[in-house]
Nanobody, 124 residues
């Protein structure tokens, strides 16, 4: 089983930036499909961004397009989520998920392994 570990959460003010990192153990080249989701209190887990393959196929949820950027760091073997122009409504627990085959990255049920999540809080 692949272990998924997120890092980089924290408390920031609105308009600021934050970077999250996702590492998957047991995969020397990183997992084939990696996605970021978030869940705010009382809401469903929402797709944020995902990548398939080496890094050319990247997808974003509508609420973060133009503000968040996802990319693979092939040296560190991580998937990074750079979050800019943060808003209070971005406050949530952010989860990273991984799969070792082609999947629809926006479908949370298609992932095999999940991290424990990292809290992101954006203050006004």
């Amino acid at each position: 089983q692949v272990q998924v570990v997120e890092s980089g959460g924290g408390l920031v003010q609105a308009g600021c930036s934050l970077r999250l990192s996702c590492a998957t153990s047991g995969r020397p080249f990183g997992s084939y499909a990696v996605g970021w989701f978030r869940q705010a209190p009382g809401k469903e887990r929402e797709f944020v961004a995902g990548v398939i393959g080496k890094g050319d196929n990247i997808f974003y949820g509508d609420s973060v397009k133009g503000r968040f950027t996802l990319f693979r760091d092939n040296v560190k073997k991580t998937v990074e989520l750079q979050m800019s122009s943060l808003k209070p409504e971005d406050t949530a627990v952010y989860y990273c998920a991984a799969a070792e085959r082609w999947i629809r990255v926006e479908k949370r049920d298609e992932y095999d392994d999940w991290g424990q999540g990292t809290q992101v809080t954006v203050s006004t």
